[in-house]
């Protein structure tokens, strides 16, 4: 009995499903993006193509947007372009119509998609790419603070590695800066291992470096008397970094 049900089910959806494919069969409009967004949704804004095939004694093809007549085409390919810009803001459902050789007339599906301005599209995009940009931001702060906090070692003068070697604006002690530090245009968001703290530094010239090993070194053998910075030289060396 269940079987029977299920059965005439079946032939019911099968009956159903193939007059609606005859109908596609005849002339079939889609849709495809030359330049612009096409969201997750059905929201569209830029230049498209409408195309549409059929049976090979179609003729001619006729374009609408809404009831608007954009485009008759009298040769394969069957295509038209039309920009959102064109119309106002909204939904708006496309069809075609085609002409066959023998006088009859066939109705394409329809494409409904809303139309948007292109600062609503910008909107749009900012939506998509805000979240996306956070999340590569967090991971690779995540990536440069972390390490930087749980490495206490100290390093080693005159040693930096394949990414040079940096000068502290804040304590003047050179340290390497690390690889896989926070870039931010041409400097590195960067952890001082001797005073602890963070500063934008980018890599020091040989000189530079060269007199803060000086310093360090004069820092590690205090019975020279060479203080260690003065105020001055700290000013001039915050400016330095300024920019
Ligand atoms: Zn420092």
Request: hydrophobic content about 40%; glycine content about 8%; charged content about 25%.
């Amino acid at each position: 009995m269940k079987k029977l049900a299920l059965f005439v089910v079946l032939a019911a959806l099968f009956i159903a499903v193939i007059p609606a494919h005859a109908q596609d069969a005849g002339l079939t409009l889609s849709m495809s993006r030359d330049f612009g967004y096409a969201g997750f949704g059905s929201d569209i804004e830029g230049l498209f193509s409408l195309r549409a095939s059929g049976p090979s004694n179609l003729q001619r093809v006729e374009f609408y947007v809404d009831s608007e007549l954009i485009g008759n085409v009298d040769e394969e390919p069957f295509r038209v372009q039309f920009t959102t810009k064109d119309y106002a803001p909204g939904e708006r459902t496309m069809y075609a119509l085609g002409y066959l050789s023998d006088g009859s007339q066939l109705r394409s599906n329809e494409i409904t998609r809303i139309f948007l301005s292109a600062e609503q599209a910008r909107g749009k995009m900012v939506e998509l790419v805000f979240p996306i940009l956070g999340v590569v931001l967090a991971v690779t702060l995540l990536a440069t603070v972390v390490p930087a906090m749980l490495s206490s070692k100290k390093p080693q003068r005159g040693k930096y590695g394949v990414s040079g070697g940096a000068v502290c604006p804040k304590c003047g002690l050179p340290y390497p800066l690390r690889f896989f530090s926070f870039n931010m245009g041409a400097k590195k968001f960067d952890r001082c291992p001797h005073c602890g703290k963070w500063s934008l530094v980018r890599r020091a010239s040989k000189e530079d470096l060269a007199a803060a090993e000086a310093r360090w070194a004069a820092l590690d053998a205090p019975t020279e008397a060479t203080p260690r910075i003065s105020r001055r030289d700290q000013q001039i060396d915050d400016s330095r970094y300024e920019n």
